[in-house]
């Protein structure tokens, strides 16, 4: 998968140490229960659309996985303008889940997105639990397709969104419909707008989802002084980018404490620094988001740097750091 891409762990090959002596590359693959990925870089769900606005970028990027934009049974429009706003450190928006819908993403998204050698993780939304399974249902037997992220988390949606995701058996009850319907991996994105994001963690963990995603946007809100308004036609939104980056840790962490399933952390994540911290807490795979939208490569500058923090370390895989963190008590 992707061997040209240098950086790509699939390919533990040979490269050379600052005096030219031949040392081994470390083995950036890693796998999250059922899921192998080449490397634990991903691209976020709706930052990088279907991956087909340039699909030669991307399969050059030597990605762990994208992330698909949230599929919903029918093709929605999403909310009105304005729907970003931005702000110090980050963003605001309230997009509200626009998509083509299953049945154009299954014939005119998924094959090219599937060509590129990358694996595929579908992102799914719903207003019910049934719509959830009834989009997985028509996806399943499609080739290309990874695993599934359940989204129980957009802040965005008038019904589907927060209120799973504030209810720890809601968000079970669709991890545990959906389970019923496929045997693909299945991980949950998680909302951090809960008071304890481990319960929910626990619950999608018991409903049978083989990792948690955490996690999605922070509400926020930005008003226009002069006109009294919300800067986004919606009123609130999701706030992401570096500004989120220590309160997603944060839930990352609590997410590593309360469950045994991989978790996969995501929020404010721009350079290599920042998803080592990510991996050093616990999660198996880190999720690019917002800084795909300043710089395209940002996620190929994140699997490089991973690589030449292990070998600066003498660390022979990044398995080796994952779940290092010193917790001082
Ligand atoms: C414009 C935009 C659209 C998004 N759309 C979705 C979506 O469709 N589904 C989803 O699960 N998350 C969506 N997200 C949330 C991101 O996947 C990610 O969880 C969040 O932005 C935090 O990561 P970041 O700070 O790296 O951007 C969206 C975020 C942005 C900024």
């Given at each position: 998968?992707?061997?040209?891409?240098?950086?790509?762990?699939?390919?533990?090959?040979?490269?050379?140490?600052?005096?030219?002596?031949?040392?081994?590359?470390?083995?950036?693959?890693?796998?999250?229960?059922?899921?192998?990925?080449?490397?634990?870089?991903?691209?976020?769900?709706?930052?990088?659309?279907?991956?087909?606005?340039?699909?030669?970028?991307?399969?050059?990027?030597?990605?762990?996985?994208?992330?698909t934009?949230t599929v919903t049974l029918e093709p929605r429009?999403?909310?009105?303008?304005?729907?970003?706003?931005?702000?110090?450190?980050?963003?605001?928006?309230?997009?509200?889940l626009?998509n083509v819908g299953v049945d154009r993403f299954l014939t005119?998204k998924l094959?090219?997105?599937?060509?590129?050698?990358?694996?595929?993780?579908v992102s799914v939304g719903g207003r019910r639990a049934e719509e959830y399974v009834e989009t997985v249902r028509r996806l399943q037997g499609a080739?290309?397709i990874?695993?599934f992220e359940i989204n129980v988390?957009c802040?965005?949606v008038?019904e589907g969104?927060?209120?799973f995701?504030?209810?720890?058996?809601a968000?079970?009850g669709v991890v545990e419909a959906v389970r019923k319907v496929t045997r693909l991996?299945l991980?949950a994105?998680?909302?951090?707008?809960?008071?304890?994001?481990?319960?929910?963690?626990?619950?999608?963990?018991?409903?049978g989802?083989?990792?948690?995603?955490?996690?999605?946007?922070?509400?926020?809100?930005?008003?226009?002084?002069?006109?009294?308004?919300?800067?986004?036609?919606?009123?609130?939104?999701?706030?992401?980018?570096?500004?989120?980056?220590?309160?997603?840790?944060?839930?990352?962490?609590?997410?590593?404490?309360?469950?045994?399933?991989?978790?996969?952390?995501?929020?404010?994540?721009?350079?290599?620094?920042?998803?080592?911290?990510?991996?050093?807490?616990?999660?198996?795979?880190?999720?690019?988001?917002?800084?795909?939208?300043?710089?395209?490569?940002?996620?190929?500058?994140?699997?490089?740097?991973?690589?030449?923090?292990?070998?600066?370390?003498?660390?022979?895989?990044?398995?080796?750091?994952?779940?290092?963190?010193?917790?001082?008590?």
């Amino acid at each position: 998968m992707n061997g040209d891409a240098p950086a790509n762990g699939a390919d533990a090959g040979i490269s050379r140490s600052m005096s030219g002596e031949a040392v081994p590359r470390p083995v950036l693959k890693v796998s999250l229960g059922p899921v192998s990925l080449p490397n634990p870089v991903l691209t976020a769900s709706g930052t990088f659309g279907y991956g087909d606005e340039e699909p030669e970028l991307t399969g050059m990027l030597g990605l762990g996985g994208i992330v698909t934009k949230t599929v919903t049974l029918e093709p929605r429009a999403g909310n009105a303008p304005p729907r970003i706003w931005e702000t110090p450190a980050g963003m605001l928006n309230s997009i509200g889940l626009q998509n083509v819908g299953v049945d154009r993403f299954l014939t005119e998204k998924l094959p090219a997105l599937a060509s590129l050698g990358v694996p595929v993780i579908v992102s799914v939304g719903g207003r019910r639990a049934e719509e959830y399974v009834e989009t997985v249902r028509r996806l399943q037997g499609a080739p290309g397709i990874t695993a599934f992220e359940i989204n129980v988390s957009c802040p965005n949606v008038k019904e589907g969104g927060l209120e799973f995701c504030q209810v720890p058996s809601a968000a079970a009850g669709v991890v545990e419909a959906v389970r019923k319907v496929t045997r693909l991996p299945l991980w949950a994105k998680l909302s951090p707008n809960v008071t304890s994001l481990g319960t929910v963690a626990r619950a999608v963990a018991e409903a049978g989802a083989d990792g948690v995603t955490v996690a999605n946007t922070f509400v926020g809100l930005c008003i226009d002084i002069r006109t009294r308004r919300s800067r986004l036609s919606a009123g609130s939104g999701g706030l992401s980018g570096p500004a989120i980056r220590p309160l997603a840790l944060a839930r990352v962490r609590d997410a590593v404490r309360a469950v045994t399933i991989p978790v996969v952390g995501c929020g404010g994540i721009t350079t290599a620094e920042d998803a080592l911290e990510f991996l050093i807490v616990g999660a198996r795979a880190v999720q690019i988001g917002t800084a795909s939208f300043r710089d395209p490569r940002a996620a190929r500058g994140v699997v490089e740097g991973i690589e030449a923090f292990l070998r600066a370390e003498g660390l022979t895989s990044v398995e080796a750091l994952i779940g290092t963190y010193r917790e001082e008590v």
